[in-house]
């Protein structure tokens, strides 16, 4: 008598399994070929250490007066930006701009406007100058070492020339990230994409 050999469902089984895997390999790899393709597309506003890093225990003054440390950056985020009150017209296009990032993110920030020629910003000016744009801004200047050492650790240049006859500031543009711990944690660069800012940083604090 003829036995009718039974078929082995195992190979049939396992091919499946192969092109099911195939398949989600292939669709994995699409994905993430579509993401860094966005990426590419959209670069980040912010450019963020892999490391923060701490800042020097400078000693300045605010635009109160008072005494100023980079300890006094502690527990919240902060947006450093280098200027002077007689710069013409990156400095308040920045501050305007700064005002309004400021107000956009959904927890607080502080904004603090670093002059870089304290041989005309006292204290008072800068208090004038920086609450024409935020009434909650920080104004900070000091001695040119102090100015010269904070400046090193941000990687921010600048340039002073006080001759009387040609008095000429130069100075970075960028803003300055500084965590809660009071580290250098990122920089964002002109030109400042104002939406793009507020989003990633809404994202980081």
Known sequence: MNEHKKRNPVPWMLTAAAVALAAGLWLSLQLASNTDRRAM????AITVLPQPRALPAVGMVD???RPFATADLEGQWSLVFMGFTNCGHVCPTTMAKLRIIHDGVKKPL???FMSVDPGRDTSDRIHAYITG???????IT???ADIDELAAALGAP???DDAEDAYTVDHSSALFLVDPSASYAGVISQP???NAIVAELDRLM
């Open 133 to 139: 744009f935020g009434e909650s801004f920080t104004g």
């Open 63 to 65: 635009h109160h007066g």
């Open 192 to 194: 400042l994409e104002i």
């Open 142 to 144: 000091g001695d040119t």
């Open 158 to 160: 600048y340039f002073v």
């Open 110 to 112: 502080r904004v603090v």
């Open 41 to 44: 597309q959209e670069p980040t």
